[in-house]
């Protein structure tokens, strides 16, 4: 795989994306010119910081590195997912639901990714590895939150329906069946 | 048959009553005083403290849905699973036959539940309710939303299950229907459960 290098024009394109949308709320008058300028500058930084501890990352190459860095990616997903939550689960689950969920299917999907078609050598190669799990956790995190964030809803305002089968002796199962697939869609 | 003992959530408990089998029971009280909350700790639908027997075996020895099938609640205002009236029901059971006694008529059975009325959804959850497992029903306001005639017919349905020796736990805050209905008054006021003389 041969690495796609930007340049700093292609950078000032980015940038210029970014001064268009403040514009845009200046124009507008959408009082969110502030946010995006500092979100913006905000972004900046952290990138420049990642970048920073990737290059050592990519240097080293030590799978144990490599591991640290992939468990702090899927930690701050659980994290995120679970501040993206109008309703938790009580405990642990709060953050468990998400974190287990999340690692399950970024783990088989990267290594399917991985044994099927990459095949990098080392497998654990990080100029793979890394952005590879990091795409796939972005939008595992963004499905695991949106579902999980209609289920709880869902039981949510389901609450009567769902007791009342409860009550008459349903298992928690049939109770559920109202907050299933098809009624979260509406949600 | 069933037995109470030092219940306790929230801030109603430790309290503890009996019930026979063929006996009502009334329970009485200001709104907010725990009265559902009782109701609910004797289905087990929320975490409390105590324990309930029936015939001698606790409910918490006992998987949750087998207790609830015995010892069944009907909150005051029952929620819905299904848009289909009939789909709230046993598909072994007559549904037409058994609505004209609660005063609703038979074709009801083909109608959406957006359809029925707070009174008729009132009967209907009571009617859901009754099946050949429960030994105890517990009732939540059972007639609070029904005029006197609909009010007579629930009465006499549930003087049946008495009859067949179903126990009634009937939160009312009709002293007359307390009256005419359980053997035995309960009120719950200050946290505590007291027998009331009539």
């Not at chain 2, 975490?47 to 006992?62: K, N, R, Y």
Request: glycine share 8%; aromatic share 6%.
């Amino acid at each position: 795989m041969s690495p796609t290098l930007l340049g700093y024009g292609d950078l000032a394109i980015a940038a210029l994306l970014i001064v268009l949308n403040a514009a845009l709320s200046l124009w507008l008058d959408l009082g969110l010119t502030r946010t995006v300028l500092v979100a913006a500058a905000r972004a900046v930084v952290q990138l420049l910081l990642v970048g920073l501890v990737l290059r050592t990352v990519f240097a080293l190459a030590s799978p144990l590195l490599i591991g640290a860095v992939l468990l702090v990616m899927l930690l701050s997903a659980s994290y995120e997912i679970a501040s993206r939550q109008e309703r938790r689960f009580a405990g642990f689950w709060a953050y468990g639901i998400g974190a287990a969920t999340t690692m399950l299917a970024t783990v088989l999907v990267t290594a399917f990714a991985l044994a099927g078609t990459l095949r990098p050598d080392p497998w654990y190669a990080p100029q793979v590895l890394v952005p590879l799990a990091g795409i796939i956790l972005g939008n595992v995190m963004n499905g695991v939150s949106v579902s999980l964030n209609a289920f709880n809803t869902a039981v949510v305002r389901e609450r009567p329906a769902i007791e009342a089968r409860l009550a008459l002796g349903a298992d928690r199962y049939a109770a559920l069946k109202p907050c299933s697939a098809a009624r979260c869609a509406a949600a | 048959m069933l037995e109470a003992r030092s219940l306790r959530r929230l801030h109603l408990g430790p309290v503890g009553f009996t019930l026979e089998a063929g006996e009502c029971v009334s329970v009485s009280g200001k709104s907010g005083a725990g009265k559902s909350l009782l109701l609910r700790m004797v289905a087990d639908l929320d975490p409390h403290d105590g324990d309930v027997t029936l015939d001698g075996a606790p409910c918490s020895a006992m998987a949750a849905p087998a207790w609830r099938r015995m010892v069944t609640y009907v909150a005051a205002d029952a929620g819905w699973w299904d848009d289909r009236v009939a789909a709230h029901f046993a598909p072994d059971i007559d549904l037409a036959a058994l609505l004209p006694q609660v005063g609703i008529p038979p074709d009801a059975v083909a109608w959406p539940v957006a359809r029925l009325s707070t009174g008729e959804r009132q009967r209907l959850a009571l009617l859901r309710a009754l099946r050949p497992a429960n030994r105890v029903l517990l009732l939540d306001e059972p007639t609070s939303g029904l005029d006197p005639a609909n009010s007579v017919l629930v009465e006499a349905l549930l003087r049946a299950r008495l009859a067949a020796g179903t126990a009634i736990l009937m939160v009312t805050h009709d002293s007359e229907q307390a009256a005419r209905m359980a053997s035995h008054h309960l009120e719950v006021r200050d946290g505590e459960l007291r027998e009331l003389a009539r």
